[in-house]
């Protein structure tokens, strides 16, 4: 059988995961082509409709086939063909547990309708009644512990809603884009459900790669990776962008900084989350207090930061 630990393949993923004798993947994400005509070098994202149909329950099922029994299967579509990813995932015994929607900023102009500015994320799992669910790790400041300074508020915080408006999509000048794939998807949005849905060590499959942002968060985060993509020149810069990663983790490591990749990784998407601006982060006693516990409860191990850390780490991230 296929090795898919830490690998970034290139093949066509119904091939490869309906070849899986055991189950492999603990968490997987799919962001498939939308048929909605993109440019990609491989794929031709223009099929009759019946087709794109029969190919989604395809490449749905491999995935069901490769997911391990307490494992959790995240899609993100568009709006056309939504219905149906929600109705084979049920054909296929998933239990959906969130109809999320990215709200996004960055989305395209129009004259003559209102512009779409939202994905669908549908969150499955294959055992309704035992999957992993990090609610730590996601969890946000309320408006109780924020505005009110209300004594009645939860100090974990308060789980974000499925309507995800924090993750902007990654455009042609943005610093995180790669550049050479035409739908890059944003890392810290990956990195919310690596963290949520996989413990570290587990095996985090992405079996449409594209420029590799769900291998790339899962790297980060302490996972095991696996990609797949149709593409070989995909795949080769993938590789190149994990090489780059590698890189990095190792020059943090020489230089002896306060968070190590995870702690980083962590740390900018909570301060995304969070909504607030660095300086005043920064200048409010109370809230960094408040931003430096949370953070705590979101890594959740023994050894706990304080807020000079915190700010000190802040500051060098936002640099
Ligand atoms: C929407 S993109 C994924 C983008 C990705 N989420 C990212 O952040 O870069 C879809 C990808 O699926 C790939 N693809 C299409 N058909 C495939 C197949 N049968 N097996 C594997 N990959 C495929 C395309 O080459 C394309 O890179």
């Known amino acids: 059988m296929q090795n898919f630990k830490n690998k970034i393949l290139c093949g066509d993923c119904i091939e490869m995961l309906n070849g899986v004798d055991e189950p492999v993947a ?12 993109y440019e990609y070098d491989k794929y031709k994202d223009t099929l009759k409709s019946e087709k794109y149909i029969t190919w989604t329950r395809d490449w749905m099922g491999a995935c069901v086939n490769a997911l391990k029994p307490h494992g959790s299967f995240y899609i993100a579509i568009g709006d056309d063909y939504a219905h149906h990813i929600r109705l084979i995932g049920e054909q296929l015994g998933l239990t959906l547990r969130n109809w999320i929607i990215w709200h996004y900023t960055f989305g395209q102009q129009t004259k003559t309708m209102f512009a779409r ?44 809603d499925d309507v995800w408006n924090t993750f902007s999509r990654v455009c042609g000048t943005f610093k995180e884009r790669e550049g050479w794939h035409p739908c890059q998807m944003p890392e810290l949005l990956l990195g919310r459900i690596v963290s949520v849905s996989s413990n570290r060590g587990d095996l985090v499959l992405d079996p449409f790669n594209g420029s590799g942002t ?10 095991d990776y696996c990609g797949i993509d149709i593409s070989s020149n995909y795949v080769e810069n993938s590789r190149k962008r994990l090489e780059k990663l590698a890189q990095e983790r190792q020059n943090l490591q020489k230089d002896g900084e306060i968070l190590d990749m995870r702690q980083r990784i ?22 960094l207090e408040i931003f430096t516990k949370l953070y705590n409860i979101r890594l959740n191990e023994e050894r706990k930061f304080d807020p000079q850390e915190v700010a000190t780490a802040l500051q060098g991230i936002l640099d």
């Open 26 to 37: 603990d968490l997987i994400f799919a962001d498939p082509p939308f048929n909605i005509g």
């Open 117 to 160: 500015s939202h994905t669908h994320i549908f969150y499955f799992v294959k055992d309704k009644a035992d999957h992993v669910f990090n609610d730590h790790a996601v969890r946000v400041p309320s408006d109780r512990q924020l505005v009110y300074a209300d004594k009645r508020a939860n100090p974990r915080g308060k789980m974000p």
């Open 214 to 223: 769900t291998v790339a968060a899962a790297y980060q985060l302490e996972r």
């Open 266 to 287: 962590e740390l900018k998407r909570f301060y995304f989350e969070v909504r607030k601006d660095v300086s005043e982060i920064l200048r409010r006693k109370s809230l």
